[in-house]
T-cell receptor, first 115, second 114 residues
Framework: DTEVTQTPKHLVMGMTNKKSLKCEQHMGHRAMYWYKQKAKKPPELMFVYSYEKLSINESVPSRFSPECPNSSLLNLHLHALQPEDSALYLC??????????????FGPGTRLLVL | AQSVTQLGSHVSVSEGALVLLRCNYSSSVPPYLFWYVQYPNQGLQLLLKYTSAATLVKGINGFEAEFKKSETSFHLTKPSAHMSDAAEYFCAVGLAGSNYKLTFGKGTLLTVNP
């Protein structure tokens, strides 16, 4: 099973709201990723967790707060977002064997609209 | 630093025609190269991956890509386009020194005309 699931599929929120995106995989992968993708652009890396520890933060604003409760789950907590944060948020995972060129498996994404 | 360039932001072919999507890379070390496809309103799906085991890589849905070191290219081809191939295609290279970072090209939108 090479599936990464994400919920919700769509989310509309106001700038004062707090919401969370959820990602789950059951492939035994130990690296999990959050990407942001604007329309007609490639994905941009936001965060990487390796063995449930934050490994990479690509200078993401603090209004985005990641969390990895266990090896299968990855959350992205959202607070006080701006309209320019509207995008498709993609989760991905990989085995994390410590080798270069690992394949990342992507979920279907959450399409976020900030009003 | 690694980078990829996808020539042509939009490629249009007729159903049954050859598909050729171009990707050139720059890398100071042997690269790991990927092609991903993204259908409308979906995530990215891996089509194929080059890891130096073989220069001709076969992927899913009839796609293949050939690694040419002399041309620093990794072009994606399919002999006969199908309507269902219409999607955005991204070439990506693994960043040297990082197990996690991919550098994506800007993407090529493939349209297939009946």
């Amino acid at each position: 099973d090479t599936e990464v699931t994400q919920t919700p599929k769509h989310l509309v929120m106001g700038m004062t709201n707090k919401k969370s995106l959820k990602c789950e995989q059951h492939m035994g992968h130990r690296a999990m990723y959050w990407y942001k993708q604007k329309a007609k652009k490639p994905p941009e890396l936001m965060f990487v967790y390796s063995y449930e520890k934050l490994s990479i933060n690509e200078s993401v604003p603090s209004r985005f707060s990641p969390e990895c409760p266990n090896s299968s789950l990855l959350n992205l907590h959202l607070h006080a977002l701006q309209p320019e944060d509207s995008a498709l948020y993609l989760c991905a995972s990989s085995q994390d064997r410590g080798t270069l060129g690992e394949t990342q498996y992507f979920g279907p994404g959450t399409r976020l609209l900030v009003l | 630093a690694q980078s990829v360039t996808q020539l042509g932001s939009h490629v249009s072919v007729s159903e049954g025609a050859l598909v050729l999507l171009r990707c050139n890379y720059s890398s100071s070390v042997p690269p790991y190269l990927f092609w991903y496809v993204q259908y409308p309103n979906q995530g990215l799906q891996l089509l194929l991956k080059y890891t130096s085991a073989a220069t001709l890589v076969k992927g899913i849905n009839g796609f293949e890509a050939e690694f040419k070191k002399s041309e620093t290219s990794f072009h994606l081809t399919k002999p006969s386009a199908h309507m269902s191939d219409a999607a955005e295609y991204f070439c990506a290279v693994g960043l040297a020194g990082s197990n996690y970072k991919l550098t994506f090209g800007k993407g090529t939108l493939l349209t297939v005309n009946p």
